[in-house]
């Protein structure tokens, strides 16, 4: 019996003992959790301002943002706007002339070659090529290149890239004649070749201004031509031709080497030309 009350007495005891130790783990759980809460209020309380500082900052970032933005908008209307109101210029037009072969038809050809566009075979005793750059101010614009020549023409636009069309059969047919329409782009590129054009009576070449031109730059090129520096009588010639048809002589046409001459001027209206006139001596290409 006096056993039985020592085992009740040992459960009621580590009973006390449980329930205390449970109560203090609480106590202990409450103390932490309530310090903890405090702590992380204390720490709210300390970076609220930041926090604050950090989000006002990102607003006005945004807002600033947000005006750059409807600022370039406004530019880039204004701009465009400004463009539909620009006039139209050529801002610069370059003539390059290579001349390969220069010969007297009594002495007979300098070869035959098949013309695909004509489909004939020609004698060619004269060659040259026509480089003509011209450069807009903006790509709205539509132009016509046009090639024309005593002897025969065959033009390529090169850039942009256009095959040639002809609306009719006998444009097309035409030996000393080539027109093409171009449109929307600030600069063209084309390179024609003139077959027998520079002959006797028709020893000059010219650049008619498309547009009004700021800038006019010719150059012609002898250099491969064989016995150069016997070719001619005396130095070549220069003018312009005015829109009412007048021809005035002009000053400034530069020799660079032996048979290469160069001739730039300036703000030439639309239909204006350039012209550089060549004295040949024929008879010494019949020697």
């Given at each position: 019996?006096?056993?039985?009350?020592?085992?009740?007495?040992?459960?009621?005891?580590?009973?006390?003992?449980?329930?205390?130790?449970?109560?203090?783990?609480?106590?202990?759980?409450?103390?932490?959790?309530?310090?903890?809460?405090?702590?992380?209020?204390?720490?709210?309380?300390?970076?609220?301002?930041?926090?604050?500082?950090?989000?006002?900052?990102?607003?006005?970032?945004?807002?600033?943002?947000?005006?750059?933005?409807?600022?370039?908008?406004?530019?880039?209307?204004?701009?465009?706007?400004?463009?539909?109101?620009?006039?139209l210029l050529q801002e610069s037009k370059?003539?390059?002339?290579?001349?390969?072969?220069?010969?007297?038809?009594?002495?007979?050809?300098?070869?035959?070659?098949?013309?695909?566009?004509?489909?004939?075979?020609?004698?060619?005793?004269?060659?040259?090529?026509?480089?003509?750059?011209?450069?807009?101010?903006?790509?709205?614009?539509?132009?016509?290149?046009?090639?024309?020549?005593?002897?025969?023409?065959?033009?390529?636009?090169?850039?942009?890239?256009?095959?040639?069309?002809?609306?009719?059969?006998?444009?097309?047919?035409?030996?000393?004649?080539?027109?093409?329409?171009?449109?929307?782009?600030?600069?063209?590129?084309?390179?024609?070749?003139?077959?027998?054009?520079?002959?006797?009576?028709?020893?000059?070449?010219?650049?008619?201004?498309?547009?009004?031109?700021?800038?006019?730059?010719?150059?012609?090129?002898?250099?491969?031509?064989i016995g150069l520096k016997k070719l001619?009588?005396?130095?070549?010639?220069?003018?312009?031709?005015?829109?009412?048809?007048?021809?005035?002589?002009?000053?400034?046409?530069?020799?660079?080497?032996?048979?290469?001459?160069?001739?730039?001027?300036?703000?030439?209206?639309?239909?204006?030309?350039?012209?550089?006139?060549?004295?040949?001596?024929?008879?010494?290409?019949?020697?």
């Amino acid at each position: 019996m006096e056993e039985y009350y020592n085992i009740e007495t040992l459960l009621t005891m580590l009973t006390g003992i449980g329930t205390l130790l449970g109560f203090g783990w609480f106590v202990i759980a409450r103390h932490y959790k309530s310090n903890n809460e405090q702590k992380l209020l204390k720490l709210e309380n300390e970076h609220r301002d930041e926090l604050f500082r950090i989000q006002k900052e990102q607003e006005k970032n945004k807002k600033d943002w947000e005006s750059a933005m409807e600022k370039e908008k406004e530019s880039l209307e204004l701009e465009l706007d400004e463009k539909k109101n620009v006039p139209l210029l050529q801002e610069s037009k370059t003539v390059y002339v290579k001349y390969l072969h220069i010969k007297n038809p009594k002495d007979g050809p300098v070869y035959t070659k098949y013309n695909d566009r004509l489909e004939e075979k020609i004698d060619v005793f004269s060659e040259y090529h026509y480089f003509r750059f011209n450069k807009y101010n903006i790509k709205n614009n539509s132009i016509k290149l046009t090639d024309t020549s005593s002897g025969i023409v065959d033009q390529n636009i090169l850039f942009p890239w256009k095959k040639l069309t002809f609306t009719d059969l006998p444009s097309k047919n035409l030996k000393g004649s080539i027109s093409q329409n171009v449109d929307n782009s600030d600069c063209y590129f084309s390179a024609t070749t003139y077959y027998n054009g520079f002959n006797e009576g028709n020893e000059d070449i010219g650049m008619k201004m498309e547009m009004d031109t700021l800038e006019a730059r010719i150059i012609v090129d002898f250099s491969s031509i064989i016995g150069l520096k016997k070719l001619f009588t005396k130095e070549p010639d220069a003018y312009k031709f005015e829109l009412d048809g007048t021809k005035t002589k002009l000053l400034g046409l530069e020799k660079i080497s032996e048979g290469v001459y160069h001739l730039v001027k300036y703000n030439l209206k639309k239909d204006e030309s350039l012209l550089v006139d060549f004295h040949v001596d024929w008879n010494y290409l019949e020697k």
